[in-house]
């Protein structure tokens, strides 16, 4: 069974960037036609797409993140990573890495989650 | 990309049934999935496909979908069902993830 763990400084300062990694374990992300992605959570409010990877290398960004953000992968080490750059305390949010299944594009599996805090 | 749109709080009386709607375009054309979560967690699939349940979800959880309209049955909600839930699909080109606002749930 696939499981997912978010990794990364849980403290960032204001202007400098962000970057976080999401390690696949019990399956190869190039055995997947998945896509692997990022979600945030700023403090009291909902769930928000950042954007993710498809297993073939092609990104898609959320459209009010897309000009700060860039997710990659690297699947001889299993693992897929964001990097947010010019970061404010707006950006203050536990950051979850998920599975999308290209059946159904359900999220079916996530990361626990790890707050990431900008001061 | 918020493209679907929720109510954000529904409450119910305890063991009884709940409806969780998730409204947009794309819902014509496009499955719904949804999850549930409660605080200090993540997410979990509770629906997807507009109506299957993963394994491991209680019964009590239902979807079905209709037109431009997605939603989630609770029949007979428990305390422990006292969370918040979002829909999820893609736009109406296919390509681009929408995600609900969410709904907050809860269980009088």
């Known amino acids: 069974q696939v499981q997912l763990q978010e990794s990364g400084p849980g403290l960032v300062k204001p202007s400098q960037t962000l970057s976080l990694t999401c390690t696949v374990s019990g399956g190869s992300m190039n055995n997947c036609e998945c896509y692997w992605t990022w979600f945030r959570q700023r403090p009291g409010k909902g769930l928000e797409w950042i954007g993710n990877?498809?297993?073939?290398?092609?990104?898609d960004y959320n459209p009010s993140l897309k000009s700060r953000v860039v997710i990659s992968a690297d699947t001889s080490e299993n693992q897929f990573s964001l990097k947010v750059n010019s970061v404010t305390a707006a950006d203050t949010a536990v950051y979850y890495c998920?599975?999308?299944?290209?059946?159904?594009?359900?999220?079916?599996?996530w990361g626990q989650g790890t707050l990431v805090t900008v001061s | 990309s918020s493209e679907l749109t929720q109510d954000p709080a529904v409450s119910v009386a305890l063991g009884q049934t709940v409806r969780i709607t998730c409204h947009g375009d794309s819902l014509r054309s496009y499955y719904a999935n949804w999850y549930q979560q409660k605080p200090g967690q993540a997410p979990i699939l509770i629906i997807y496909g507009n109506d299957n349940r993963p394994s491991g979800i209680s019964d009590r959880f239902s979807g079905s979908s209709a037109g431009d309209t997605a939603s989630l049955t609770i029949t007979g909600a428990q305390a422990e069902d006292e969370a918040d839930y979002y829909c999820n699909s893609r736009d109406s080109s296919g390509d681009h993830v929408v995600l609900g606002g969410g709904t907050q749930l809860t269980v009088l």
């Open positions: 990877i498809f297993h073939s290398g092609s990104t």
């Open positions: 998920a599975r999308e299944s290209y059946d159904y594009w359900r999220f079916d599996t």
